[in-house]
């Protein structure tokens, strides 16, 4: 599981048939409070936008969340964060 912020939308004109009506999503990887690379993940919510922090699971399991069989997607948003706090590391 990982965490990341929305930060646009995926417009495909041709999708497999098996993701036909799930949005996919531009989200950008925070991994201890520093943003890194930029995936696309579908929305498991449908409910996610543009700056929304979202937590996210990959691989097989991102898969299994849609319930139809063996879905090609390697990750999924599966949730959202409230308040997103980083430590104090001095």
């Keep these: 599981m990982y965490t990341g912020k ?3 939308n995926v417009v ?4 497999d048939a098996s993701i ?3 949005p996919l999503l531009l ?3 925070i991994e201890n409070g520093v943003p890194k690379g930029i ?7 449908r409910q996610a936008g543009k700056d929304d922090f979202v937590y996210l ?3 097989k ?3 299994r969340m849609f319930r139809k069989g063996n ?5 999924a948003i599966v949730g959202f964060i409230d308040d997103y706090n980083e430590p104090d590391r001095r």
């Design 6 to 8: 929305v930060v646009g």
């Design 12 to 15: 495909a004109t041709v999708k």
């Design 20 to 22: 036909e009506g799930i």
């Design 27 to 29: 989200v950008q990887k």
């Design 39 to 45: 995936i696309v993940a579908a929305d498991s919510t």
């Design 57 to 59: 699971i990959g691989s």
């Design 61 to 63: 399991e991102a898969a």
């Design 71 to 75: 879905t090609p997607v390697d990750a």
